[in-house]
């Protein structure tokens, strides 16, 4: 980490804690099911289930069933603002 933090000092570079999430995937969930934010030196980020990931839904058990349904529903938005009634209504 200080080398990370040394590196984009450099470079005129913050590591921004509002923006820096973190996420755990791993099959042992008991180990890990009470952490909620990561110390690391000055610094404290939070933890998150679920991030997007260019344009796919990343999840902390590895679903698919969101990804499958953030789709779906993304479909549904754009044929619903551009195709006309009849069509809506058939789906």
């Known amino acids: 980490m200080m080398q990370m933090e040394e590196g ?3 470079v005129q570079l913050r590591i921004n804690e509002e923006k820096t999430k973190y996420m ?23 933890r ?5 990931y260019l344009g ?3 999840t902390e058990n590895s679903d698919k069933n969101t990804e499958i349904k953030a789709r779906i ?19």
């Open 8 to 10: 984009a000092n450099e």
């Open 24 to 46: 755990i995937n791993t099959r042992n969930k008991v180990r890990f099911r009470n952490e909620k934010h990561l110390q690391v030196y000055n610094y404290e980020f939070e």
């Open 48 to 52: 998150v289930g679920q991030f997007k």
């Open 73 to 91: 529903m993304a479909k549904t938005a754009v044929i619903t603002q551009y195709c006309p009634v009849e069509i809506k209504n058939r789906i």
């Open 56 to 58: 796919s839904i990343i």
